[in-house]
């Protein structure tokens, strides 16, 4: 079975740039994270989907972070303009639905390195 | 809002012995899960044990198991006879069961396993 997808794997922008992420979900999976990974802190939740709808952005930056999940499988984060602060792992998971009885699967995530 | 604390921020054991990585929660929630991740360097994510907070028992997989303090509101990871591939970030995290169903990280600790 393949995994989370994630592409590009690092990126590398100036300030007041923007920058679109992409993530493939498992398939068949119908919740979808993304998470945004500080260096030294654990990941916080930006956005989570079930199949196309917004759960909770309660997290997201809504004035520069936007997200959508199309037709209910793959996804796009983007962010426009970026801030030095941004910089970080950016990090997509899946899982069959919602809830702590259904495991989370990440991907590789993306390294955001904002100049 | 949930809080996770890791006090750990970096151990070190030998080949072979067994660590404790300690966790503590804060919650006004009876029902929830609680949760230890494994971070490899350069590596994806993977979920190592799962406990349900209304289950008594402590959850044990293979060389990994918990102890589950809930009045105390602590969630200890312990690796029996570890292994040079146990070396990775160790992440704990915090699920309601109802409501808000999303995953609360604490900060980690960066476990290195010495030959």
């Known amino acids: 079975e393949a995994g989370v997808a994630q592409s590009p794997r690092y990126k590398i922008i100036e300030k007041r740039q923007s920058v679109a992420f992409w993530c493939n979900p498992i398939?068949?999976?119908?919740?979808l994270y993304w998470y945004q990974q500080i260096l030294g802190q654990g990941p916080k939740l930006l956005i989570q989907f079930q199949n196309n709808g917004v759960v909770d952005d309660s997290q997201l930056p809504k004035d520069r972070f936007s997200a959508e999940r199309l037709k209910g499988v793959d996804s796009t984060l983007k962010i426009q303009p970026a801030k030095l602060e941004d910089s970080a792992v950016y990090l997509c998971?899946?899982?069959?639905?919602?809830?702590?009885?259904?495991?989370?699967?990440f991907g590789p995530g993306t390294r955001l390195t904002v100049l | 809002a949930q809080t996770v604390t890791q006090s750990q921020p970096e151990m070190s054991v030998q080949e072979a012995e067994t660590v404790t990585l300690s966790c503590t929660y804060d919650t006004s929630e009876s029902n929830y899960y609680l949760f230890w991740y494994k971070q490899p360097p350069s590596r994806q994510m993977i979920l190592v044990i799962r406990?349900?907070?209304?289950?008594?028992q402590n959850a044990t997989e293979n060389r990994f198991s918990v102890n589950f303090q809930k009045a105390a509101k602590s969630f200890s990871l312990k690796i029996s006879d570890s292994q040079l591939g146990d070396t990775a970030m160790y992440f704990c995290a915090f699920m309601n069961r109802f409501g808000n169903e999303k995953l609360t990280f604490g900060t980690g600790t960066r476990l290195t396993i010495i030959p």
């Open positions: 406990q349900e907070a209304y289950k008594q």
């Open positions: 998971a899946s899982s069959l639905t919602r809830g702590g009885a259904y495991e989370q699967f």
């Open positions: 398939s068949g999976h119908a919740t």
